[in-house]
């Protein structure tokens, strides 16, 4: 059973650029969710969603960013003309939605805003 | 303020000794106290889960207890290597499945030293 998988690992862009951050889950779950984590700082939560529904959005700026977990494929984070205070780990995580809520991280994607 | 506090904020100890991290919490009523474990570069792993009725749960040589008269946790490592120079995070969430719910705290840096 393959873990929560993130593509790109890595990704540079320019400012005023979109970056797309891009989640699989583990098998078996509906559940997403996606933190960032600036340098040196601890993670914060942005973002809950599971298949076709923002369940909590609270964490989120108000402009630029975007995600959204459809009925098929990944989940999607997009980040709209980039700025560089951007630059920063994203990480998502996912759970089964039952239970106590164990989240299972992936490795993260680490954007760089030039 | 963070309603969840830790500390120290960094620590450095040598290899074989042992170790006691801290998180104080103003998070109350809760669901579920977690503890994770971030190397550097990855995705944080979790290491224990107590739900609010238990006080200590044990993971090889990681040992979590919870004391929700004081609202203090603590993560206790036996017999510290070299791998578990990691940042520690520890979680609290107010429901099971809503990450939107949950405060991080900002972690401990460990060292562990030859």
């Known amino acids: 059973n393959a873990g929560v998988m993130q593509n790109p690992r890595h990704l540079v862009r320019r400012r005023g650029q979109e970056a797309r951050l891009r989640c699989s889950p583990m098998?078996?779950?509906?559940?997403v969710y996606w933190y960032r984590q600036l340098p040196e700082e601890g993670l914060k939560f942005m973002v809950y969603?599971?298949?076709?529904?923002?369940?909590?959005e609270s964490g989120m700026p108000k402009e630029r960013f975007s995600a959204e977990f459809p009925k098929e494929g990944p989940s999607i984070l997009r980040i709209q003309q980039v700025v560089r205070g951007d630059s920063a780990a994203y990480f998502c995580?996912?759970?089964?939605?039952?239970?106590?809520?164990?989240?299972?991280f992936g490795p993260g994607t680490r954007l760089t805003v030039t | 303020k963070n309603q969840v506090e830790q500390s120290p904020q960094s620590l450095i100890i040598l290899e074989g000794k042992n170790c006691t991290l801290q998180?104080?919490?103003?998070?109350?009523?809760?669901?579920?106290l977690r503890w994770y474990k971030q190397d550097t570069g990855r995705g944080p792993v979790s290491l224990t889960i107590?739900?609010?009725?238990?006080n200590t749960k044990s993971n090889g040589r990681y040992t979590a207890t919870l004391d929700a008269d004081t609202k203090q946790s603590s993560l206790h490592i036996t017999a510290s290597q070299l791998s578990d120079s990691a940042s520690y995070i520890c979680?609290?969430?107010?429901?099971?499945?809503?990450?939107?719910?949950?405060?991080f705290g900002d972690g401990t840096t460990l060292t562990v030293k030859p």
């Open positions: 098998k078996g779950h509906s559940h």
């Open positions: 995580a996912s759970s089964p939605g039952t239970g106590i809520g164990e989240q299972y």
């Open positions: 969603l599971q298949k076709e529904n923002i369940i909590d």
């Open positions: 107590m739900t609010f009725s238990e």
């Open positions: 979680v609290v969430s107010l429901e099971a499945t809503n990450a939107g719910k949950s405060t």
């Open positions: 998180c104080n919490y103003t998070v109350s009523p809760f669901s579920n």
